[in-house]
């Protein structure tokens, strides 16, 4: 294969790579997409000398997606765990995130540029909140225990999606890095 031909396909796997990464900020599930691509680069492209993306590459991404997938859980559980939650509150808030998430989408269209993606994150934290103060309202709790929840949700959530897209990030220059220069 001509080095121009690999070279178009690579900056084509990192631009895919690159949009899978910003579909993390809407709840989808990026990062397995970067290693699903990572996968089909590596199987049509095979390495052969001086260029290609390695399968042990797409272990290290494979395990990296895991890693950023305890995080994000992890998280936003613990957020809301931590100011004394229910578990009906922990799935009430990833349920509020999910649909928080799609609601900012949709709110954040008008805004030009990255209207879409900063509210994505806003709404799935707000989502989280309202699902946790939903859950412990349901369960009886207090006001004041209700919020406690709700914020420990919010911030959980606000936190997970972050330390998500930062390894994300680290998948998505590894990723670069192999396919141009490995």
Same mark, same amino acid.
């Given at each position: ?75 936003? #559980?613990?957020? =809301? %765990?931590?100011? /004394? @939650? ?6 009430? !808030?990833?349920?509020?995130? &999910? +649909? *928080? ?43 004041? #225990?209700?919020? =406690? %929840?709700?914020? /420990? @949700? ?6 997970? !999606?972050?330390?998500?897209? &930062? +390894? *994300? ?14």
């Amino acid at each position: 294969m001509d080095a121009w031909v690999y070279y178009l396909w690579a900056i084509l796997l990192i631009a895919a790579c690159g949009m899978a990464w910003l579909t993390t900020l809407i709840g989808l599930p990026g990062n397995w997409l970067i290693v699903a691509f990572a996968a089909i680069f590596a199987s049509l492209l095979a390495q052969n000398g001086t260029h290609g993306i390695s399968w042990t590459t797409v272990a290290v991404l494979a395990a990296l997606a895991v890693v950023g997938e305890v995080v994000e859980f992890a998280a936003g #559980a613990a957020g =809301a %765990a931590k100011h /004394g @939650a229910s578990k009906r509150s922990v799935a009430l !808030s990833l349920v509020g995130a &999910a +649909v *928080g998430s799609i609601a900012g989408i949709a709110i954040g269209l008008p805004i030009p540029l990255l209207g879409s993606f900063v509210m994505a994150i806003v709404g799935g934290a707000a989502g989280a909140f309202f699902g946790a103060y939903l859950g412990e309202a349901w369960k009886g709790r207090p006001h004041d #225990a209700r919020i =406690a %929840a709700g914020r /420990g @949700a919010f911030s959980g959530r606000i936190w997970g !999606s972050v330390g998500k897209l &930062a +390894v *994300g990030a680290i998948m998505l220059v590894i990723v670069a890095w192999d396919a141009l220069f490995g």
